[in-house]
């Protein structure tokens, strides 16, 4: 039995998911001992977990230290080497810990793997650090690639992803014209009601930098 500060005492389950689910509540309260109490718990029973290892790494990152969740994630990788999402998660931790050098090679070897989403996500976060360190050369020619490799899967979300970092580029470099023309375009690859909130407001702001008030 486990303590919730706010609602009480609960029993947790032996199923793996149901598990899962409560530490993400815990989390999502700021519980972070909490939530890591759960899961270790069952690690003793479910030692080989890379959920729960996983689980216990995004706790710790969610709390700020970023060495032990790296140490977490790595333990979920001996398990489940192949995990796209665990990969992810790890290069993210380096990123956000300053650790790009490690981020980067992560994400590489990500886009280097055979499935669709490990190449995909490989290729955004990618583009991603370029972009944010202002390395634009790197960026256009990771973009560039991330983008054929989309139409390729007709994979809309993700050219929508890789549009709007453009635009982004474009405004901040000054190029107005050019970060209008591929804001039209990403409201026009918009799959989803937040993407489409989001490119009507950069397109807007860009018009407002134009001195296009009325537009």
Same mark, same amino acid.
């Given at each position: 039995?486990?303590?919730?500060?706010?609602?009480?005492?609960?029993?947790?389950?032996?199923?793996?998911?149901?598990?899962?689910?409560?530490?993400?509540?815990?989390?999502?309260?700021?519980?972070?001992?909490?939530?890591?109490?759960?899961?270790?718990?069952?690690?003793?029973?479910?030692?080989?977990?890379?959920?729960?290892?996983?689980?216990?790494?995004?706790?710790?990152?969610?709390?700020?230290?970023?060495?032990?969740?790296?140490?977490?994630?790595?333990?979920?990788?001996?398990?489940?080497?192949?995990?796209? =999402?665990?990969?992810?998660?790890?290069?993210?931790?380096?990123?956000?810990?300053?650790?790009?050098?490690?981020?980067?090679?992560?994400?590489?070897?990500?886009?280097?793997?055979?499935?669709?989403?490990?190449?995909?996500?490989?290729?955004?976060?990618?583009?991603?650090?370029?972009?944010?360190?202002?390395?634009?050369?790197?960026?256009?020619?990771?973009?560039?690639?991330?983008?054929?490799?989309?139409?390729?899967?007709?994979?809309?979300?993700?050219?929508?992803?890789?549009?709007?970092?453009?635009?982004?580029?474009?405004?901040?470099?000054?190029?107005?014209?050019?970060?209008?023309?591929?804001?039209?375009?990403?409201?026009?690859?918009?799959?989803?009601?937040?993407?489409?909130?989001?490119?009507?407001?950069?397109?807007?702001?860009?018009?407002?930098?134009?001195?296009? =008030?009325?537009?």
């Amino acid at each position: 039995r486990f303590t919730d500060e706010n609602s009480g005492s609960f029993f947790v389950s032996d199923d793996e998911l149901t598990i899962e689910n409560i530490a993400y509540i815990l989390m999502a309260k700021g519980q972070y001992s909490q939530a890591r109490k759960v899961l270790e718990t069952r690690l003793s029973n479910l030692p080989e977990s890379a959920i729960f290892h996983k689980q216990i790494g995004t706790s710790y990152f969610l709390e700020g230290k970023y060495d032990l969740a790296i140490q977490e994630v790595k333990k979920a990788l001996q398990f489940e080497p192949e995990d796209p =999402i665990i990969q992810e998660l790890l290069g993210n931790i380096y990123q956000i810990k300053g650790d790009f050098d490690e981020g980067l090679n992560v994400y590489q070897g990500m886009k280097e793997r055979e499935d669709f989403f490990s190449q995909y996500t490989g290729r955004f976060w990618l583009c991603y650090l370029y972009l944010t360190r202002g390395q634009y050369q790197k960026f256009q020619e990771e973009l560039s690639e991330g983008e054929k490799f989309t139409q390729e899967f007709n994979f809309l979300p993700g050219l929508y992803n890789f549009t709007s970092m453009m635009t982004y580029l474009h405004w901040q470099k000054n190029r107005l014209a050019e970060a209008l023309e591929e804001a039209h375009r990403a409201v026009e690859l918009a799959q989803y009601r937040d993407h489409v909130n989001f490119s009507l407001h950069q397109r807007g702001m860009i018009y407002a930098h134009m001195g296009r =008030i009325e537009e």
